[in-house]
């Protein structure tokens, strides 16, 4: 798994078996490697490559990406039936017809000498579908006993059920816009929120990241990159103030936003809220979310395991489904004409 928050690449070995018809799930050994400058740089910048440059990028991350599972699975001495791969995305713009996972799943299943299920989004977006959020079917196989189920990673979206549906969508913005700012001073992230918690509200940079169009469109929806280099980014470059306060700003943007969707979709009182990624673990984050969302909705943070590793194993269920070529993808939370199976299976030479 490799997300827009551009951390690196994380790497988890799932065992998922089903019991009384119910799924279950137990996440073993785990990793995450980080980017190198070079890598990072060279992910951050796909999306302006030519063609001939992006499928060159394409084969070769998929080759890295084998390399990274093959030493992964040697290190622990692991018995695999398949690799469950996300790849990278580059371009994400379903109302085109597009979306665009680098990490070519040829050279990915050569380079580790197991098969290997990718490109999990383009039939769904083929058939009408925003190819995202994908996580929600794991959300309704393990962890429907939550009322809502939340994922902070570069970008914020959640599930729920609604009249018997599972209901997704992308909120907006998570870590995405926290990293480019401490980015600004050198830094990867702020740990914890611990600067983000001494800053101050800036009004106008609030006010303008709230005004975005993209809020008051209904679901299914879905966002990435593009919208934060198009829309976000230009508000926090054009606004002069310390890093501290733009930090804090934007976790309170975030917490509203999401705040906003959980009230508007909640149907009884004390529900839950399941919180997942990256920003699970910022304490700044998670406080001013509880603050927002008042007393009668619960924020819940699992074992850090899950949190960090919850995406790579939702993947791993949607692997496991493909082979049994049973959905994967629901048409509820995507907009797609009907549920689907998707992903392409590859196999070694």
């Known amino acids: 798994m490799s997300g827009t928050s551009l951390d690196g ?8 078996w089903q019991q009384e018809d119910h799924w279950k799930f137990e996440i073993r050994e785990t990793q995450s490697i980080s980017y190198t400058p070079e890598m990072k740089s060279k992910l951050k910048d796909s999306i302006h490559l030519s063609a001939e440059e992006l499928l060159v990028l394409h084969n070769g991350y998929g080759t890295w990406l084998g390399e990274q599972a093959k030493s992964f699975i040697n290190e622990f001495n692991l018995d695999v039936d ?68 939340l994922n902070l990673g570069g970008i914020s979206n959640v599930s729920f059920e609604k009249d018997g549906k599972r209901i997704a969508y992308d909120i907006g913005q998570a870590n995405m816009v926290l990293n480019h700012i401490t980015q600004k001073i050198g830094l990867n992230y702020d740990y914890g929120g611990e600067m983000a918690s001494t800053g101050v509200l800036n009004s106008k940079m609030l006010q303008e990241l709230n005004a975005l169009e993209y809020y008051q469109l209904p679901y299914p929806k879905s966002t990435g990159y593009e919208w934060f280099v198009e829309k976000i980014a230009p508000i926090i470059d054009a606004t002069e103030d310390s890093i501290e306060n733009l930090l804090h700003t934007a976790i309170h943007h975030n917490c509203q936003q999401i705040a906003n969707q959980i009230h508007a979709n909640k149907t009884k009182k004390n529900n839950t809220l399941f919180v997942t990624g990256g920003g699970a673990l910022n304490t700044f984050f998670i406080e001013e979310l509880q603050v927002q969302l008042g007393h009668d909705i619960k924020v819940v943070i699992p074992p850090k395991k899950l949190v960090e590793f919850k995406e790579a194993l939702v993947f791993s269920l949607m692997g496991v489904l493909r082979l049994r070529n049973e959905t994967n993808v629901l048409g509820s939370v995507t907009g797609a004409q009907q549920d689907s199976s998707g992903g392409v299976i590859y196999l070694p030479f």
């Open 82 to 149: 398949a690799i469950a791969s996300h790849g990278h995305t580059t371009h994400h713009k379903p109302e085109i017809g597009l979306t665009f996972q680098i990490g070519s799943g040829q050279h990915l299943a050569n380079a580790c000498g197991h098969q290997v299920i990718c490109d999990f989004r383009t039939n769904d977006v083929s058939i009408g579908g925003q190819g995202a959020p994908l996580v929600p079917i794991g959300d309704q196989l393990f962890f429907d006993q939550y009322d809502f189920c």
């Open 9 to 16: 690449l994380d790497l988890a070995h799932c065992h998922i």
